[in-house]
T-cell receptor, first 116, second 112 residues
Framework: GAVVSQHPSWVICKSGTSVKIECRSL??????MFWYRQFPKQSLMLMAT?????????EQGVEKDKFLINHASLTLSTLTVTSAHPEDSSFYIC????????????FGSGTRLTVV | GESVGLHLPTLSVQEGDNSIINCAYS??????FIWYKQESGKGPQFIID?????DKRQGQRVTVLLNKTVKHLSLQIAATQPGDSAVYFC???????????FGKGNQVVVIP
């Protein structure tokens, strides 16, 4: 079956630094990947749609300069949280595929980001 | 930032009983629906999906019911087991748009 690997699973960083999160589709090619953010006891909120070889499409209210997305290959998308602040602390989850992909939407295991 | 004091709707169910989890979706144009299970600290795990041309679909120990008239989706889990304890989310999608919108989530607690 389809497997999406997300790395790291958790990271602690100092305020003002940048953090990169990787999302890889291990056994299928994903022209589309999605990045979500989830606060405790809340639902997943879509941040952006990442398309291989083109710019990401950001949801309303998501700062594209703060959350940099790169989807340089069919198996890798990265989310970089730039100049992180404590309010960026959250659970970030990626998903690869989509409705029109044979494997549907397959989610990574998530990354717990804590900014101190 | 984080929201303080939020509580998910919680369903407590005795092991072996059936569980029913409900979801009201928002967009009448949505035509594809998915139920996900999320355990603490993990990503969502696909359970079952249904398209709008169906009103019922069964999987292993799970059944999804769709009522388009009232925009309601439910997930039934038969013979609930301790391993079913998790948060369950419904998600909706519109044809032509690849984005998935998640519902609020329901916590299921299985009592041994």
């Amino acid at each position: 079956g389809a497997v999406v690997s997300q790395h790291p699973s958790w990271v602690i960083c100092k305020s003002g630094t940048s953090v990169k999160i990787e999302c890889r589709s291990l056994d299928f090619q994903a022209t589309t990947m999605f990045w979500y953010r989830q606060f405790p006891k809340q639902s997943l909120m879509l941040m952006a749609t990442s398309n291989e070889g083109s710019k990401a499409t950001y949801e309303q209210g998501v700062e594209k300069d703060k959350f940099l997305i790169n989807h340089a290959s069919l198996t890798l998308s990265t989310l970089t949280v730039t100049s992180a602040h404590p309010e960026d602390s959250s659970f970030y989850i990626c998903s690869a595929g989509g409705r029109y992909n044979h494997y549907g939407y397959t989610f990574g295991s998530g990354t717990r980001l804590t900014v101190v | 930032g984080e929201s303080v004091g939020l509580h998910l709707p919680t369903l407590s169910v005795q092991e072996g009983d059936n569980s029913i989890i409900n979801c009201a979706y928002s967009n009448s144009a949505s035509d594809y629906f998915i139920w996900y299970k999320q355990e603490s600290g993990k990503g969502p795990q696909f359970i079952i999906d249904i398209r709008s041309n169906m009103d019922k679909r069964q999987g292993q120990r799970v059944t999804v019911l769709l009522n388009k008239t009232v925009k309601h989706l439910s997930l039934q889990i038969a013979a609930t087991q301790p391993g079913d304890s998790a948060v369950y989310f419904c998600a909706e999608n519109i044809y032509g748009n690849n984005r998935l919108a998640f519902g609020k989530g329901n916590q299921v607690v299985v009592i041994p």
